[in-house]
């Protein structure tokens, strides 16, 4: 199934609000047993170039440096990203040590042109887009 919506993806732009990426993600995602960092890399047509885990963590935690990511970004000549990672506890709340990862990335990237388009939280119960809620 996830194979089926990855191809939808790759032939048309990406938002972070669109219902196919969602369920993409959801897939993924939503019920991994510890977190995970997923970067969406996107053109400037927002087409998705890859998809890839930068970070693995625990089950309560995840990070990744910013530099790896951007140099990633450079590696594909992405100029833009979507970031995701779930919350195996099944809530999408976002912690304060998401929020400071995701000003990192978001500061480092426009050093570089770089757009951050969304940092997205993937849960059972439901999603979290720090653009929605005011923290992008």
């Known amino acids: 199934m996830t ?4 191809g939808q ?3 048309r732009p990406i938002l972070s609000s669109d219902q196919l990426v ?3 993600l959801r897939g993924r995602m ?6 995970q960092l997923r970067v969406l890399f996107l053109n400037a047509n927002n ?3 890859a998809d890839e885990v930068l970070g693995m963590g625990t ?9 790896e990511i951007l140099k990633r970004c450079l590696d594909l000549e992405a100029t833009a990203i979507l970031l995701v990672h779930n919350h195996p506890s099944g809530c999408s709340r976002p912690s304060r040590a998401d929020r400071e990862l995701t000003e990192r990335i978001a500061k480092a990237a426009r050093c570089l042109n770089v757009v951050v388009h969304d940092h997205l939280v993937v849960a059972r119960n439901g999603t979290t887009s ?3 809620a005011g923290y992008l």
């Open 47 to 49: 087409e998705l170039i």
């Open 22 to 24: 969602l369920d993409y």
């Open 59 to 67: 089950v309560s935690a995840v990070y990744a440096w910013p530099r």
């Open 30 to 35: 939503a019920y991994e047993p510890i977190e």
């Open 3 to 6: 194979q089926m919506l990855r």
């Open 130 to 132: 720090f653009r929605k």
């Open 9 to 11: 993806l790759m032939q």
